[in-house]
C-alpha cells in the first residue's frame, strides 16, 4: 500500500548530457500531471508523462527535468549571402557618397544581425530519450520507495484502528443480548410498580421482551461491519490503486456504526459506538492518503 506523498531526485551524467529529474507528488482523486523541463526538449513530456502513468496511479505529480549538454556539440555557420551583399553594396555606397575612407572587411560585415546563423547538428529525439529514460527509471524508483514507507505507516495505523473496531463489534455483541434480559425486569418492575404486586402474564412479558429484541437487533450491522473489516484487511495487502476502494469501505463501516447507534438503548453500547465512530473517521482521514 502506498502513499500518494512521495519526493524523488536524481542527478547523472550519460552520454555527454548532465540530467537533473526530480519527482514530487501531494493527494488528488486522480492521475494529475504537470512538468518543467529544459526548453527545446518539451517533446519529453509525454514520454515521461506516460512512463510515470505505468508506476503511478494516483496523485498530483510535478516533475523537474533539467537537460544540458556538457560534450562539444557539432555545429554549423551558415552564410547569408544575399543579406551580405545588401549590406556591402550600402556600405560602399555610403563611402563614395560622403568621401569616407572604405573599411569595410569580413569581419565587420559579420558583426551585422542575420548575416551568419549558427545551426546545432539536428539531436535524435528517440536517442535522447533512450538516454534519459534510466535516470527517469532510476528517479520513480527513489519516488516510488519513499510513497512505500509513508504507506506502510499508514498501514500500521489504520490496522491499529481496525483492531479497536473489532475489539468494540465483540464487545457489542455480548452486550446486546444483556439489553434485553435487562429490558425484560424493568418492565415487570415498571409494571409492579403501577399496579402493584399482581399476577402478570408471563406471555404477554415476553412478547413485550421480543418485540423491544427485534428493535434493538445489531447482529446483521456486526456481521457486516467484520465482513468490511476483512475485505479491508485483504485489500491492504494487495498491489495497485486501493484507495478509492478503501474510501468506498469506510462509508459503509460508518453507515453499519450508525446503524447500531440509532437502535443502541444502552448506554455502553452507545459509549462503544462513538468511540467506534471515532476510529473510523481517523481511517478515513489516513484513507484519503492511500493511492
Known amino acids: 500500500m502506498r502513499s500518494m506523498t512521495g519526493y524523488g531526485r536524481i542527478q547523472q551524467t550519460v552520454n555527454g548530457m548532465d540530467i537533473t529529474i526530480e519527482i514530487k507528488s501531494v493527494n488528488h482523486r486522480y492521475y494529475e500531471f504537470t512538468s518543467r523541463i529544459t526548453r527545446g526538449y518539451g517533446f519529453l513530456e509525454e514520454k515521461i508523462k506516460s512512463y510515470l502513468q505505468t508506476r503511478i496511479c494516483r496523485g498530483k505529480v510535478d516533475v523537474y527535468?533539467?537537460?544540458?549538454?556538457?560534450?562539444?556539440?557539432?555545429?554549423?555557420?551558415?552564410?547569408?549571402h544575399s543579406l551580405a551583399q545588401g549590406y556591402v553594396n550600402a556600405l560602399r555606397e555610403l563611402a563614395q557618397r560622403y568621401d569616407v575612407w572604405d573599411d569595410l572587411s569580413a569581419s565587420l560585415l559579420a558583426r551585422y544581425p542575420d548575416i551568419l546563423t549558427v545551426h546545432k547538428a539536428q539531436e535524435s529525439e528517440d536517442k535522447i530519450w533512450e538516454t534519459v529514460r534510466p535516470v527517469l527509471r532510476e528517479a520513480t524508483d527513489?519516488?516510488?520507495?519513499?510513497?512505500?514507507?509513508?504507506?506502510?505507516?499508514?498501514?500500521s495505523d489504520i490496522e491499529s484502528r481496525m483492531k479497536t473496531i473489532l475489539t468494540n463489534v465483540g464487545k457489542i455483541e455480548e452486550r446486546s443480548p444483556r439489553t434485553v434480559e435487562e429490558y425484560k425486569?424493568?418492565?415487570?418492575?415498571?409494571?409492579n410498580e403501577?399496579?402493584?404486586q399482581v399476577q402478570i402474564d408471563p406471555q404477554r412479558i415476553l412478547t413485550e421482551a421480543a418485540i423491544f429484541a427485534d428493535r434493538i437487533a445489531?447482529?446483521?450491522?456486526?456481521?457486516?461491519?467484520?465482513?468490511?473489516?476483512?475485505?479491508?484487511?485483504?485489500?491492504?495487502e494487495s498491489n495497485g490503486g486501493i484507495g478509492r476502494k478503501l474510501d468506498f469501505i469506510v462509508q459503509e463501516l460508518n453507515r453499519e456504526a450508525n446503524t447500531i447507534g440509532s437502535k443502541a438503548q444502552d448506554a455502553e453500547i452507545a459509549?462503544?459506538?462513538?468511540?467506534?465512530?471515532?476510529e473510523i473517521e481517523k481511517i478515513r482521514e489516513q484513507v484519503q492518503n492511500i493511492e
Open 218 to 236: 445489531v447482529a446483521e450491522e456486526t456481521v457486516r461491519l467484520r465482513s468490511h473489516i476483512a475485505e479491508m484487511a485483504e485489500m491492504m
Open 271 to 278: 459509549h462503544l459506538v462513538i468511540e467506534m465512530k471515532g
Open 185 to 191: 425486569n424493568r418492565l415487570v418492575a415498571r409494571i
Open 194 to 196: 403501577l399496579i402493584g
Open 65 to 80: 527535468v533539467e537537460v544540458q549538454q556538457i560534450d562539444e556539440v557539432c555545429a554549423e555557420v551558415a552564410i547569408n
Open 142 to 155: 527513489r519516488f516510488v520507495a519513499m510513497r512505500e514507507a509513508e504507506g506502510a505507516r499508514l498501514t
